[in-house]
């Protein structure tokens, strides 16, 4: 009778324990300042891998414009960033002094009454939540209260995608069109640039990605989310059963794009600029295939299928930069193909139960009586 | 029916139903009744509208026109999840039960309790759950087969699955389409006897092919043809009905 009573199952807490040794411990020592920036990188796609387990992995809900959130949230972090360091002072030599340059190099004489708000760090973190939360609302109740999912669904995410990016390099008076907003330096006048401020920035991150974690398996325990399993697999059945299908769609549709938009809000900090180049369409993709490759139903699997698509699109790009994006499509078909489960399916088949296996043998070699340990060894989900 | 013209209070009343799907009527100009407690069984030929009346009436297919009063309410105008909650429960004819969750949990779910996004997120798996679970899982015969996922259980023990997560939502209807289809003799035994136990206290409205067991627990028996009745009464009345031998029974 006991199904999952206690937070973490056993495995869950090897995998979480490893995660934190790993981010918290090993990295930070054996990484220069350097590598380590790369990896706070890496991480914040983390995020966006990790909302796409509940939405994708537990809802069924392919989204494949979750760079729009990214970007929400980044250039939400960014305006802020940017308000900062053009204060008069660093500005005098613009036509218009206290603007970001972009805007005085775009003929724009004043600051956008949207910019306005950004001055204050408090409405930035809000903004950062909320901005992506009630797009992802939008999107969502149009589209799941009209029954539009799948493949259509998905498509439509694109289109979003496509569309925020033609707005963004557009208008570049508002936005820095398709350079971005470049140039941050200073977080309430603390220089984010120096690399004691990118290690504090790295650890700062690993926290926020810990507390997401911990509310991704907080959802994933409650019955919101068995019955997002539940609609993965019997969309009629669970309407059936008296829950409006939508209203949960929509949910996890929205927790996907706040966990983006950190991520996005953390990119902007820890990267020091945001560009509609993570945004758009490709972008968007290359999130479904970090989570695809971990593992898009293992929470800790996104976070290890960001970091290690990224390593090898680092060294891979770094020796053959043309070859990386053929590279990233076969990796994709190959774990689609061959293991649909991804990273932690590979290890929840293969190297679990051999682990299980040897510890089981070594227990009874030590001639021990207790064989419960065996039935102890129950599978990984 | 009208003696008197007494208004009678009806469970389920289905007036001048007709649903076309571009141009052909699968249900035309239908009217029935269903009384509190009554076991009502549809039966007819392939392609006579019988699934067709049930999607209506749980909200899966909109009615193009005509309407269906439970207890009073409107449903062709409420939403598939407030149909349910007004107290209708439908299975379907293939089992459908969630195959990645365990037994345990597959009846979970069906509990009435915590059906809005928060009121899940905060549901408690309390004694009152794990009680009711329980027993709903002894009668569907499953009871030492909580912890297994769903995937591992056979056709038979699917589809009791699916009547035990009807059965823990308590519906006044309950509406069971072929629920002894595909399985072996001892399972169909063990599935009339349970249908037997649960259509107390409940209407039921079933479709069914399996004439032994339509003969068995039909109160009343409605044939459709081609989306209207043919006949309706008591399975004695409807098996000597000639235009019923014709269609139907005597091929």
């Given at each position: 009778m006991i199904i999952n009573s206690r937070f973490f199952n056993r495995s869950e807490l090897i995998g979480f324990v490893a995660l934190a040794l790993v981010l918290f411990v090993i990295l930070p020592l054996s990484l220069d300042v350097f590598r380590l920036n790369l990896v706070a990188k890496y991480l914040t796609y983390a995020f966006v891998a990790l909302g796409l387990v509940l939405c994708w992995g537990y809802g069924g809900i392919l989204s494949l414009g979750q760079g729009v959130f990214f970007g929400l949230g980044g250039y939400c972090m960014a305006m802020f960033l940017k308000l900062e360091a053009s204060s008069v002072e660093n500005t005098k030599i613009q036509s218009t002094p206290g603007i970001p340059d972009f805007m005085d190099w775009n003929q724009i004489t004043s600051l956008p009454l949207f910019w306005q708000p950004f001055h204050s760090l408090t409405f930035t973190v809000l903004a950062i939540i909320l901005v992506p939360g009630l797009f992802a609302l939008i999107i969502g109740t149009a589209m799941f209260k009209r029954r539009v999912g799948g493949t259509y669904f998905a498509i439509i995410t694109q289109a979003v995608a496509a569309i925020l990016t033609i707005l963004i390099v557009g208008q570049q008076g508002y936005t820095g069109g398709i350079n971005g907003m470049t140039d941050l330096r200073t977080l309430k006048g603390w220089d984010i640039r120096p690399d004691h401020a990118k290690v504090i920035l790295y650890f700062f991150e690993v926290f926020l990605l810990f507390g997401c974690i911990l509310i991704a398996q907080f959802i994933r325990l409650t019955k919101l989310g068995r019955i997002l399993v539940a609609m993965r697999e019997q969309e009629d059945r669970v309407r059936f059963s008296g829950y409006s299908v939508a209203n949960f769609k929509i949910f996890a549709f929205c927790m996907a794009a706040i966990f983006a938009a950190i991520g996005g809000a953390m990119f902007a900090l820890n990267v020091g600029f945001m560009s509609p180049s993570f945004v758009g369409i490709v972008p968007s993709i290359e999130m479904v295939i970090y989570t695809a490759v971990g593992g898009r139903t293992s929470i800790f699997g996104a976070v290890w299928g960001a970091l290690l698509v990224n390593f090898a699109k680092t060294s891979l790009s770094e020796s053959f930069p043309q070859l990386w994006l053929f590279g990233l499509g076969a990796l994709f078909i190959a774990v689609v193909l061959a293991f649909p489960n991804g990273l932690s399916g590979i290890w929840a088949d293969y190297v679990q139960p051999r682990i299980d296996r040897l510890l089981a043998s070594r227990k009874s070699r030590s001639g021990a009586w207790a064989d419960n340990s065996v039935a102890d060894g129950a599978p990984a989900e | 029916m009208l003696i008197g013209h007494q208004p009678k209070p009806f469970l389920l009343a289905v007036e001048a139903l007709t649903v076309s799907f571009d141009g052909f009527k699968a249900v035309n100009n239908l009217s029935f009744y269903v009384e509190e407690n009554e076991i009502r069984v549809i039966i007819g030929p392939n392609g006579a509208g019988k699934t067709t009346v049930l999607d209506l009436i749980c909200?899966?297919?909109?009615?193009?026109?005509?309407?269906?009063?439970?207890?009073?309410?409107?449903?062709?105008?409420?939403?598939?999840?407030?149909?349910?909650?007004?107290?209708?429960?439908?299975?379907?004819?293939?089992?459908?039960?969630?195959?990645?969750?365990?037994?345990?949990?597959?009846?979970?779910?069906?509990?009435?309790?915590?059906?809005?996004?928060f009121g899940s997120l905060a549901f408690q798996r309390d004694d009152a759950v794990k009680q009711r679970v329980e027993e709903v899982a002894e009668m569907i015969f499953l009871k030492d087969r909580l912890d297994t996922y769903a995937d591992q259980l056979s056709h038979g023990q699917k589809q009791w699955l699916e009547i035990g997560m009807l059965l823990i939502q308590d519906p006044e209807l309950l509406m069971l389409d072929e629920p002894v289809a595909g399985m072996s003799v001892s399972e169909r035994a063990k599935t009339a006897e349970l249908l037997n136990r649960i259509i107390k206290d409940r209407s039921v409205l079933v479709i069914e092919h399996d004439m032994k067991f339509v003969e068995d627990i039909a109160h009343k028996v409605t044939v459709l043809h081609q989306g209207q009745i043919l006949s309706e009464g008591t399975m004695e009345k409807v098996k000597n009905d000639p235009k019923v031998i014709e269609v139907y029974l005597g091929h």
């Open positions: - | 909200g899966k297919t909109k009615a193009t026109s005509g309407s269906i009063q439970f207890r009073g309410k409107e449903l062709t105008k409420l939403k598939e999840n407030q149909i349910v909650q007004t107290g209708v429960g439908r299975k379907f004819q293939t089992p459908s039960v969630f195959e990645d969750l365990t037994v345990f949990e597959n009846l979970e779910i069906s509990y009435p309790r915590g059906r809005t996004v």
